[in-house]
């Protein structure tokens, strides 16, 4: 079973930037797709960012030009660079490996953002 274990939440303040990092205990070319997910308060989980195994990446339409993800397939880990944040991007963010197009994925356990003034 595959272990995700997500880190940089923190809280910032609007327009700062972070970084998410996931550590990943199996190879990333075991996986069809990495992705990042976030569910804030009272609100479903939802897609931010994922990079298929070929490299294509895909972002949510709100976080386009703001957020960036990478993997570093050395070190099996996948990060979320954010930038330009804003009071909406509070939330719990996921790390997620998918083996297939179609499965549910492995997940971590989260790291809070929270950004305020």
């Known amino acids: 079973q595959v272990q995700l274990v997500e880190s940089g939440g923190a809280l910032v303040q609007p327009g700062g930037t972070l970084r998410l990092s996931c550590s990943v205990s199996q190879s990333l070319f075991d996986f069809y797709a990495m992705g990042w997910y976030r569910q804030a308060p009272g609100k479903q989980r939802e897609l931010v960012a994922t990079?298929?195994?070929?490299?294509?990446?895909d972002y949510a339409e709100s976080v386009k030009g703001r957020f960036f993800m990478s993997r570093d397939i050395l070190k099996n880990t996948v990060s979320l660079q954010m930038n330009g944040l804003k009071h909406d991007d509070t939330a719990v963010y996921y790390c997620?490996?998918?083996?297939?197009?179609?499965?549910?994925?492995?997940w971590g356990q989260g790291t809070q953002v929270t950004v305020s003034s």
């Open positions: 997620s490996a998918h083996r297939t197009a179609n499965s549910t994925g492995s």
């Open positions: 990079i298929i195994s070929y490299g294509e990446e």
